[in-house]
């Protein structure tokens, strides 16, 4: 079975702190993603990644970076946290085309 | 950009009567898919149906898709307490639009009363 591993549950950061969220897959999946889940809003997409090194901006980009050094690991970055920003953060990876994505459990950023 | 919407926001059921959520979208897809969410959990893909097919089952689901009307709808049937949670349904657009991500829906929040 797939497993996608993100690296906190729950964090609680300050705003203008520097946040990283991590996560790590172990099937050698091509795509990873990073999407937001807000009340009433469904899940939006962040940035996505199709290869090591490769980004592409998804639909809510501005304020958030992203980092995959390696195939395995996909780094979501807020560079100068601010309130709104205050969600359930997933992640997911997929093999290469439109295929079912495997999600990671979440982690639930609460920045004060 | 083309999106999902889950209908209806949210249903109540009682234990073993069918339940039936409903998904529109925008655009062409080659795919759409259906996830499920515990509470607090991440995303569970349940089933995939692609653009040339009408219906597909996979145990106690049934979905449907019909591309003329750009809908689709899940059928849990004989629902349990268990199968209380959240249903997203996502849309798989074709790679030379430039999209290679889904786009999920609002979802469905399904609870099964025991």
């Known amino acids: 079975d797939v497993k996608v591993t993100q690296s906190s549950r729950y964090l609680v950061k300050r705003t203008g702190e520097k946040v990283f969220l991590e996560c790590v897959q172990d099937?050698?999946?091509?795509?990873m993603f990073w999407y937001r889940q807000d009340p009433g809003l469904g899940l939006r997409l962040i940035y996505f990644s199709y290869d090591v090194k490769m980004k592409e901006k998804g639909d809510i980009p501005e304020g958030y970076s992203v980092s995959r050094e390696k195939k395995e690991r996909f780094s979501l970055i807020l560079e100068s946290a601010s309130t709104n920003q205050t969600s359930m953060y997933l992640c997911?990876?997929?093999?290469?085309?439109?295929?079912?994505?495997?999600f990671g459990d979440g982690t639930r950023l609460s920045i004060l | 950009s083309q999106q999902g919407e889950e209908d209806p926001q949210a249903l109540s059921i009682q234990e073993g009567e069918n339940a039936t959520m409903n998904c529109s979208y925008k655009?062409?897809?080659?795919?759409l898919q259906w996830y499920r969410q515990n509470s607090g959990r991440g995303l569970v893909h349940l089933i995939l149906i692609r653009s040339n097919e009408r219906e597909k089952h996979s145990g106690r689901l049934r979905v449907t898709l019909d591309t003329s009307k750009k809908s689709s709808s899940l059928l849990i049937t004989a629902s349990r307490a268990a199968d209380t949670a959240s249903y997203f349904c996502?849309?798989?657009?074709?790679?030379?639009?430039?999209?290679?991500?889904?786009?999920f829906g609002s979802g469905t929040r399904l609870q099964v009363q025991p």
């Open positions: 099937m050698d999946h091509e795509n």
């Open positions: 655009t062409s897809i080659n795919n």
């Open positions: 996502a849309t798989a657009g074709f790679l030379d639009t430039g999209r290679r991500a889904l786009t």
């Open positions: 997911a990876s997929t093999p290469e085309g439109p295929q079912p994505q495997h």
